[in-house]
């Protein structure tokens, strides 16, 4: 069982940047596929960005590449999600994720663990 705890979240205007933290505990870190989805008002929950056992490689949605870059220390048993060029259609709860999957973390339905979530909220 592991436990994910993210922050950093909050409101930028379109062009912002921010980091998101998202905090492990329990289980073994380095054992884990790590991710972010987000979940934006009445849309479903998407596949942001994901991270290899070893932090490569590194996937991301279409929607986000080349402006987002997640990252992962496992020594602090974090990963973080570096969103730069942020557009008001970033805006959304964005979810930490965890999976022991062999399969590529891509779904929401391959997904282990959750984070509670963090708004991000972008400003026109």
């Known amino acids: 069982q592991v436990q994910l705890v993210e922050s950093g979240g909050g409101l930028v205007q379109a062009g912002g940047s921010l980091r998101l933290s998202c905090a492990a505990s329990?289980?073994?870190?380095?054992?884990?596929?790590m991710g972010w989805f987000r979940q934006a008002p009445g849309k479903e929950r998407e596949f942001v960005s994901a991270?290899?056992?070893?932090?490569?490689?590194?996937s991301y949605a279409d929607s986000v590449k080349g402006r987002f870059t997640i990252n992962r220390d496992n020594a602090k048993n974090t990963v973080y999600l570096q969103m730069n060029s942020l557009k008001p259609e970033d805006t959304a709860v964005y979810y930490c994720?965890?999976?022991?999957?062999?399969?590529?973390?891509?779904?929401?339905?391959?997904?282990?663990?959750w984070g509670q979530g963090t708004q991000v909220t972008v400003s026109t």
């Open positions: 991270i290899s056992r070893s932090g490569t490689p590194t």
């Open positions: 994720a965890a999976t022991t999957s062999i399969i590529p973390l891509r779904t929401p339905g391959g997904v282990h663990y």
């Open positions: 329990g289980g073994t870190f380095s054992s884990y596929v």
